[in-house]
């Protein structure tokens, strides 16, 4: 249990969907972060937030958005996905955005886009 | 970002100490070298983080030379559940940084009874 909690844990959507994913961290931390990692690729940075403030988007496409109302939460939502989106999300946060900061990460949302 | 590069797999048997290098030619004056590991449909869980010498924790150790060109992650006595992706990550800190951690493929540990 590293104290980030996402749900959920699997999801199914169709492309015309809408959804939204939900992370949740009880650690104090001041940052957050969404990850995708697909099959057999390495994780990949969406999104970082920092006070609640975005100052990081990784070129994501508008079809994700994040939210983040206050520091413990943070969301994704989904819109009119593609296949290819089918991946591993992950959430996490740490204290402070510093990369030697250690992130904890939740423990994921399996999305299937069909 | 300093590159690194790393086995993209390893086997061992229980009760071995494994050792997994890492590479990272460009690693720049403020990187700090951080392993992670990840578990099947799991998030990665940090490990271990040095920035020289020899670093160790209940865990495991890292050693970084003097050079910090590479870096090693040994784990005592490896059993079944050390299976999982290792993941080394350098990093630096200071003005500007937005937690950017590039994750490369990992080492992929077997470890066989």
């Known amino acids: 249990e590293t104290g980030v909690t996402q749900t959920p844990r699997h999801l199914v959507m169709g492309m015309t969907n809408k959804k939204s994913l939900k992370c949740e961290q009880h650690?104090?931390?001041?940052?957050m972060y969404w990850y995708k990692q697909s099959a057999k690729k390495p994780l990949e940075l969406m999104f970082v937030?920092?006070?609640?403030?975005?100052?990081e988007n990784n070129s994501v496409p508008s079809r994700f958005s994040p939210e983040c109302p206050n520091s413990s939460h943070l969301f994704l939502h989904l819109h009119t996905l593609q296949p290819e989106d089918s991946a591993l999300y992950l959430c996490?946060?740490?204290?402070?955005?510093?990369?030697?900061?250690?992130?904890?990460f939740g423990p994921g949302t399996r999305l299937l886009v069909l | 970002l300093a590159k690194t590069t790393q086995p993209i797999s390893m086997d061992s048997y229980e009760g071995q100490e494994v050792n997994i290098t890492c590479s990272h030619n460009?690693?720049?004056?403020?990187?700090?070298i951080t392993w992670y590991q990840q578990f099947p449909s799991q998030g990665p869980r940090f490990i271990i983080q040095?920035?020289?010498t020899k670093v160790t924790n209940e865990v495991a150790s890292l050693f970084i030379p003097a050079d910090r060109k590479s870096s090693t992650l040994s784990l005592p006595r490896v059993s079944l559940s050390d299976t999982a992706v290792y993941y080394c990550?350098?990093?630096?800190?200071?003005?500007?940084?937005?937690?950017?951690?590039?994750f490369g493929q990992g080492t992929t540990l077997q470890v066989k009874p």
């Open positions: 996490a946060s740490s204290q402070d955005p510093g990369r030697e900061e250690t992130q904890y």
């Open positions: 937030y920092n006070f609640k403030e975005q100052t």
């Open positions: 040095g920035y020289k």
């Open positions: 460009n690693i720049a004056t403020n990187d700090y």
């Open positions: 650690l104090g931390h001041n940052a």
């Open positions: 990550l350098v990093g630096a800190h200071g003005s500007g940084n937005t937690g950017k951690l590039i």
